[in-house]
C-alpha cells in the first residue's frame, strides 16, 4: 500500500517561514511528479507547486518567488520550502504524487494533510 504522509506544519507569524515534507513509502518504483496544494477554511484547494521526476517546477501567482518545491528521488520525498508567509497562506496543505509506478500500476495517491496557520 502506497501512502505519502506530510510533515512540518505549524504555526507561524506573518513573514516567518516554514518547511514541509512529503514522504512516500510502500512498494514504489518511481514517482513522476509530486505537487502540494492546499485548502484555506471555507475555500476549494488549490494548486500550490509541481515539480517532475526531471526537477521541472512550476507555481501559481500567489506563491512565486515565496515557495520553492524540491525533491529527493532516491527518498521518494518532496518538500515545500514557505518564505515570507502571509495569513492568506493559512490551510492544510496536501501533498500529491501523480503516475506513482507500482507492481500493481500507476497510481494517483494524496496524503493526509498538515495545518499550516499564519498569525501574529
Known amino acids: 500500500q502506497v501512502q505519502l504522509v506530510e510533515s512540518g506544519g505549524g504555526l507561524v507569524q506573518p513573514g516567518g517561514s516554514l518547511r514541509l515534507s512529503c514522504a512516500a513509502s510502500?512498494?514504489?518504483?518511481?514517482?513522476?511528479?509530486m505537487g502540494w496544494y492546499r485548502q484555506a477554511p471555507g475555500k476549494q484547494r488549490e494548486w500550490v507547486a509541481v515539480i517532475t521526476r526531471s526537477g521541472t517546477t512550476n507555481y501559481p501567482d500567489s506563491v512565486k518567488g515565496r515557495f520553492t518545491i524540491s525533491r529527493d528521488n532516491a527518498k521518494n520525498t518532496a518538500y515545500l520550502q514557505m518564505n515570507n508567509l502571509k495569513p492568506e497562506d493559512t490551510g492544510v496543505y496536501y501533498c500529491?504524487?501523480?503516475?506513482?509506478?507500482?507492481?500493481?500500476?500507476?497510481?494517483?495517491?494524496w496524503g493526509q494533510g498538515t495545518l499550516v496557520t499564519v498569525s501574529s
Open positions: 500529491n504524487g501523480m503516475g506513482i509506478a507500482t507492481m500493481n500500476g500507476y497510481l494517483e495517491v
Open positions: 510502500g512498494r514504489i518504483f518511481s514517482i513522476n511528479a
